[in-house]
């Protein structure tokens, strides 16, 4: 069992930064490729960015050249830096690991809130 736990969300006017963080149990970042993901109130979720076990990244349109994912593997951490936060980002921000040999192996966190408002 994996666990997840998001940090870093909050408030911040549009423009800001935020740089949220995904501690995982237990060492898995060699095994698991790791996501964001987000979810508006009255939307679907959906993809922000992802970090492959490879370290290749792919990001949403719609956060290129503003958002960066990285990880450490040494602190089994997934990190989210938002930069130039627009309102349009305010959502509820998911971690999410997958095995890279088994789909079906999939979690989530618990979630963390960032709100973009001036």
């Known amino acids: 069992q994996v666990q997840l736990v998001e940090s870093g969300g909050g408030l911040v006017q549009p423009g800001g930064s935020l740089r949220l963080s995904c501690a995982a149990s237990g060492s898995i970042l060699n095994i698991y490729n790791m996501g964001w993901y987000r979810q508006a109130p009255g939307k679907q979720r959906e993809l922000v960015a992802t970090?492959?076990?490879?370290?290749?990244?792919n990001y949403a349109d719609s956060v290129k050249g503003r958002f960066t994912i990285s990880r450490d593997n040494a602190k089994n951490t997934v990190y989210l830096q938002m930069n130039s936060l627009k309102p349009e980002d305010t959502a509820d921000y998911y971690c999410?690991?997958?095995?890279?040999?088994?789909?079906?192996?999939?979690?989530w966190g618990q979630g963390t809130q960032v709100t973009v408002s001036s």
């Open positions: 999410n690991a997958q095995h890279k040999y088994y789909s079906s192996l999939r979690y």
């Open positions: 970090i492959s076990t490879g370290a290749s990244t």
